[in-house]
Nanobody, 123 residues
Framework: VQLQAFGGGFVQVGDSLRLSCAAS????????MGWFRQAPGKEREFVSR????????YYIDSVKGRFTISRDNAKNTVYLQMNNLKPDDTAVYYC?????????????????WGQGTLVTVSS
């Protein structure tokens, strides 16, 4: 499956953004989907994931209560709604797909990556 992420931008502290990741060329509903981010000079970090049906989600503590992951299997798209953005959220955000639930947390086990979209939060 090919993934294309978009929706990043330059925002101020406290602003919101919604990232989208559109999938093509595969059976989207069979994939667990996730979002990772990579800040300058840091390793790629898992942020959130959603299961195949959209019924189960998980977030790292630093984004819990601010970010919401969702998916629309009819549109082959996964979203990341980001509210109350902070400077520490500045990073390139990548969507990811895996066929095994446990694999979506580990960048080395992710099967497919989107190209990344830059989010910059200015104070």
């Amino acid at each position: 499956v090919q993934l294309q992420a978009f929706g990043g931008g330059f925002v101020q502290v406290g602003d919101s953004l919604r990232l989208s990741c559109a999938a093509s060329g595969g059976t989207f509903r069979t994939y667990h989907m996730g979002w990772f981010r990579q800040a300058p000079g840091k390793e790629r970090e898992f942020v959130s994931r959603i299961d195949r049906s959209g019924g189960s989600t998980y977030y790292i503590d630093s984004v819990k209560g601010r970010f919401t992951i969702s998916r629309d299997n009819a549109k082959n798209t996964v979203y990341l709604q980001m509210n109350n953005l902070k400077p520490d959220d500045t990073a390139v955000y990548y969507c990811a797909a895996a066929t095994i639930a446990s694999a979506i947390y580990n960048p080395e086990q992710v099967l497919h990556w989107g190209q990344g979209t830059l989010v910059t939060v200015s104070s």
